[in-house]
């Protein structure tokens, strides 16, 4: 079936660097979704991409879908402790299912 | 009301016991999942519900698990004969949009947390 692979599973960082997380499907996708979920919480929506190539911003995040349509990442410039979090990447269900299909995440710890 | 609900939040129940997870979505929200997330992994699919028609169980590891939306709202994920092994956070989200393969943003309840003892 369908994987999401992301990379790396943790990441330290000093407040102020930035941060890439990185997503990778075996199959290329119609579409791909990112989720952070803060320590305790649930997931929250971030963004879906769809084009080939598409590069979207939300402040100091910036997503990209690669031209291929199999891999994707997350970039966060000059991270703040609130970005703190497991973020996610998410891929439609493969072999027809309709759920999405998860990545392990990458867990995102920041040092003041 | 303003987001996914879940109850109860907290569930410990004896090995083989029968449980019974409650999901209310967001009013108006035609499309329900149920998610199962194990500690540090992010969340695995279970089924899926358009209105009050399971689309998709193909994630249900084996037949003790079973969902049902008979009024297309509220959702009920069932366990029978609990194993240890089911303990997990059992997710609920809903989405506006049931298109298949193209989804909406999808959003998540606070989860119900179960041990199995």
């Known amino acids: 079936g369908q994987q999401v692979m992301q990379i790396p599973q943790y990441q330290h960082v000093q407040e102020g660097e930035d941060f890439t997380t990185y997503c990778n499907s075996s199959?290329?996708?119609?579409?791909i979704q990112w989720y952070k979920q803060r320590p305790g919480g649930h997931p929250v929506f971030l963004i879906q991409?769809?084009?080939?190539?598409e590069v979207k911003k939300q402040k100091r995040l910036t997503f990209q879908f690669g031209e291929a349509k199999k891999n994707s990442s997350l970039h966060i410039t000059a991270t703040q402790t609130t970005d703190v979090g497991t973020y996610f990447c998410a891929g439609p269900g493969g072999g027809g299912a309709d759920g999405l299909t998860f990545g392990k995440g990458t867990h995102l710890i920041i040092q003041p | 009301g303003a987001g996914v609900s879940q109850s109860p939040r907290y569930k410990v129940t004896k090995r083989g016991q029968d449980v019974a997870l409650r999901c209310d979505p967001i009013?108006?929200?035609?499309?329900l999942y149920w998610y199962r997330q194990a500690l540090g992994q992010g969340p695995e699919f279970l089924t899926y519900?358009?209105?009050?028609?399971?689309?998709?169980k193909s994630g249900l590891p084996n037949d003790r698990f079973s969902a049902e939306r008979p009024e297309g709202s509220i959702s009920t994920l069932t366990i029978q004969r609990t194993e240890q092994r089911d303990s997990a956070m059992y997710r609920c989200a809903s989405s506006l949009s049931p298109t298949s393969g193209y989804f909406g943003t999808q959003y998540f309840g606070p989860g119900t947390r179960l041990l199995v003892l």
């Open positions: 199959t290329t996708l119609s579409n």
């Open positions: 991409l769809v084009k080939s190539g």
């Open positions: 009013s108006g929200h035609v499309s």
């Open positions: 519900f358009n209105y009050e028609a399971q689309q998709d």
